[in-house]
């Protein structure tokens, strides 16, 4: 069906989907025990107390890196559970948000499914490009 899509010229965007149980718990917690960042960053979880001016940094550091951005009430933990971390320089100013490739996802135990989904949208209306990566 995607390949159909395409085909009508319609931009098209895939999400897979990834779950894990206690097994992949224990090999995020492995992961992050040996890792350590470097001593000018720091990591934090965005939540309700963030402030809108840093959820807003890091809505534009996605877009920055042609990444469309969720919603600040999803980055948040409002809107849906789940979280969202932003790493941060010594000035406060964010230079990355979590985000995993599926080798990662795979190395903490965390397999694929058969859920998947797309968002179809015209192509004209963005230009020609992807809105996401």
Not at 16 to 23: L, Q
């Amino acid at each position: 069906m995607l390949a159909r899509l395409e085909e009508r010229g319609l931009a098209t965007d895939r999400h897979e989907h990834f779950r894990g149980g206690e097994a992949a718990l224990a090999a995020s917690r492995k992961a992050r025990e040996d890792f350590a960042l470097p001593a000018d960053l720091s990591v934090s979880a965005i939540d309700a107390s963030t402030p809108r001016e840093l959820v807003r940094e890091v809505a534009e550091l996605c877009q920055s890196c042609d990444v469309m951005p969720v919603p600040g009430s999803i980055m948040r933990g409002q809107a849906r559970e789940g979280i969202c971390l932003v790493a941060t320089d010594r000035n406060g100013r964010p230079v990355a948000t979590a985000s995993s490739s599926r080798a990662l996802c795979n190395k903490l135990g965390v397999s694929a499914t058969d859920w998947i989904y797309a968002a179809c949208i015209d192509k004209e209306m963005f230009g020609g490009s992807s809105i996401t990566k």
